[in-house]
């Protein structure tokens, strides 16, 4: 690597690290590091939104997905209006009305605290996941550029990110993604234009290399056929509906977002700003993987056949391989910005919940045998800075398990369509009128056995119908609300 291109990445990362850091004396009490004092700009938030989507799975995951197969990833996308509408009619409002900054307070005051306890759980196991899998990606592009030891990496990015996490609570982490969002979309357009004009023949060279491939039409958005074996555009269609939707109405990460914004107008702003953006720059990615493809497949580049072996390493090489000097560390900076977005929402969030979620039930009882009778900020400022580093502790812990896998967007959807458990059922049975306690609970027994059938079928061929691990969050979601609705149903008419 040119010392140019070690220096540019370098200020970049140090300088998010710093900025957030600059936050610490705005982070001095619970509620200005769980929601940053409810005083943000809407586009802020807005801009936050989309880079905790556009993580470096989107970045370095969906170029592998479309130079390795097709588009049909891109119809996971085309789901995002609807939930992002919903969000701003229903879920925000509903959320700055509640007046906890937690998403699932509201489950316990409807079922009691199993359900909040049990949704907590299912969102910290999807949290810890996804940040694994970010963590390795962010790790690959510095293995590819100067031959770091990937497990060095994933340790170093780690550490990195919980300090200014830590440190500077939700305000630090909205306003760096802000300024990550920006230079993440930049670093992609730039790399495309270099791409497309590096073609001979310009740009229509890769439709016409993408639609006669050997392997399929490479623009292609799947299947529209009836299998809910393969990912078809219709699986990937409901998968990304109920996916976003549980985004949108349930995550901790977004929930908190609604409540950092200064206004309800604001808040719903932000809403519909972060999940339209992510449309095109989701599709700016893809188009980058098939003009990767015909880059390779006319000729123009060449791809050693250790890195074709594995799409998720093929754009890093390009950008390390191809680009000009400066550019390189610009655009590994960029992915980076991508990641690390992503990362400390992921750190912060958690923390929040397992501050709101489990510290707070047992504080009075703490406090008592203590013997404390004093604010409550100091213990909780401490429990939010444990947590964010024990929790950034086992993403790496994760990521280095991720070093062994093919695709990382097919094994981070499937993992978030496992683990995120159907608690998407749950909540629509919260918002429904007279749903018992022992119907819900029964509804969402039978959801994660569901699930769990669903997710061990295949691998340990089981007897019976074999489904897409992308349907774990759609048929576990279904039967946890069909189940909790009839069972109530039944009970009113005996």
């Not at 901790?252 to 107008?265: G, T």
Request: charged fraction near 10%; charge should be positive.
């Amino acid at each position: 690597m040119h010392i140019i291109d070690f220096i540019v990445f370098l200020l970049f990362t140090i300088g998010i690290v710093v900025f957030g850091c600059t936050f610490f004396r705005r982070g001095s009490s619970a509620d200005e590091f769980t929601s940053a004092g409810k005083s943000l700009p809407g586009w802020v938030v807005g801009m936050s939104i989309f880079a905790t989507y556009v993580s470096s799975i989107s970045y370095i995951g969906y170029p592998g997905k479309a130079y390795a197969s097709n588009w049909n990833a891109f119809v996971f996308s085309l789901s995002i209006p609807i939930a992002s509408w919903i969000a701003a009619r229903y879920f925000v409002p509903f959320y700055r009305k509640s007046g906890s900054v937690s998403a699932y307070s509201f489950l316990e005051e409807k079922f009691g605290p199993w359900a909040r306890l049990y949704a907590s759980a299912c969102y910290l196991f999807t949290q810890i996941a996804r940040m694994g899998s970010i963590l390795y990606l962010l790790a690959v592009p510095m293995y590819i550029l100067m031959g770091w030891n990937l497990h060095v990496v994933i340790i170093a990015t780690t550490v990195a990110i919980v300090i200014y996490s830590m440190l500077g609570g939700l305000r630090a982490v909205i306003w760096a993604d802000a300024i990550q969002g920006f230079i993440l979309i930049g670093g992609a357009l730039l790399c495309l234009l270099i791409l497309i004009f590096s073609l001979p023949e310009g740009p229509m060279q890769i439709i016409d290399i993408a639609t006669h491939s050997p392997e399929g039409n490479k623009l292609s958005l799947g299947s529209f056929g009836a299998s809910l074996t393969e990912s078809t555009f219709w699986v990937c269609l409901i998968y990304g509906i109920f996916t976003n939707l549980q985004n949108y109405g349930i995550d901790q990460n977004y929930v908190q977002r609604y409540h950092a914004a200064k206004s309800d107008s604001d808040a719903r702003f932000s809403a519909l700003f972060g999940g339209y953006l992510f449309i095109p720059v989701s599709a700016l990615f893809f188009i980058i993987g098939t003009s990767l493809y015909a880059f390779y497949e006319s000729g123009t580049g060449y791809l050693p056949d250790d890195i074709a072996a594995k799409p998720d390493y093929v754009f890093p090489y390009f950008i390390v391989d191809s680009l000009p000097l400066g550019l390189r560390g610009l655009l590994i900076a960029s992915i980076f910005a991508a990641g690390m977005s992503t990362v400390s929402t992921s750190v912060t969030s958690a923390a929040t919940i397992i501050l709101t979620d489990y510290f707070r039930p047992l504080l009075p009882h703490w406090r008592r045998r203590k013997g404390n009778t004093s604010t409550a900020s100091g213990p909780e400022l401490v429990v939010l800075r444990i947590a964010s580093v024990v929790v950034g502790v086992l993403g790496a812990l994760v990521a280095l398990a991720m070093l062994q896998v093919e695709s990382i967007i097919d094994a981070w959807w499937t993992l978030s369509s496992i683990f995120s458990g159907g608690m998407l059922g749950l909540f629509f049975l919260a918002c429904t009128r007279h749903i018992g306690r022992r119907a819900a609970f029964i509804g969402c027994l039978s959801g994660i056995l569901v699930i769990g059938w669903i997710s061990l079928a295949g691998p340990l061929n089981l007897p019976g119908p074999h489904l897409h691990p992308y349907l774990s969050i759609v048929l576990g979601t279904c039967v946890i609300f069909i189940v909790g609705f009839v069972i109530t149903l039944l009970c009113s008419k005996s």
